[in-house]
């Protein structure tokens, strides 16, 4: 499975993004996909994961401001990303799983990850 990350890029502070994921390869092993973060100096921290049957779970940090979607039929999830805010700046990845039992939000859950896209949030 290979997972093709895109869409980040320079945007002010309450303005929006969305990103998106597309996977190639089996089905089945993209059951879940999530998004993940990393700020500069700081750990890889999940963002927000959506099971194929469209269930999501979202870090608190972005409730309400991010959502999740997918696209079953293009094997690609979305993260679309409203009122941004200098401290979502990071490169962002996505993940994926074959089991959709439980939306994990440990990296070490996900067998599968994107090469990540830069999310820049200028003030």
């Known amino acids: 499975v290979q997972l093709q990350a895109s869409g980040g890029g320079l945007v002010q502070a309450g303005g929006s993004l969305t990103l998106s994921c597309a996977a190639s390869g089996r089905a089945a092993s993209t059951n879940t996909m999530a998004w993940f973060r990393q700020a500069p100096g700081k750990v890889r921290e999940f963002v927000a994961a959506?099971?194929?049957?469209?269930?999501?779970d979202s870090a608190h940090s972005v409730k309400g401001r991010f959502t999740i979607s997918r696209d079953n039929a293009k094997n690609t999830v979305y993260l679309h990303m409203n009122s941004l805010k200098t401290e979502d700046a990071a490169v962002y990845y996505c993940?994926?799983?074959?089991?959709?039992?439980?939306?994990?939000?440990?990296?070490?859950?996900?067998?599968?990850w994107g090469q990540g896209t830069l999310v820049t949030v200028s003030s």
């Open positions: 993940a994926a799983r074959s089991g959709d039992t439980i939306l994990y939000t440990q990296e070490l859950q996900y067998d599968y």
């Open positions: 959506i099971r194929w049957n469209g269930v999501t």
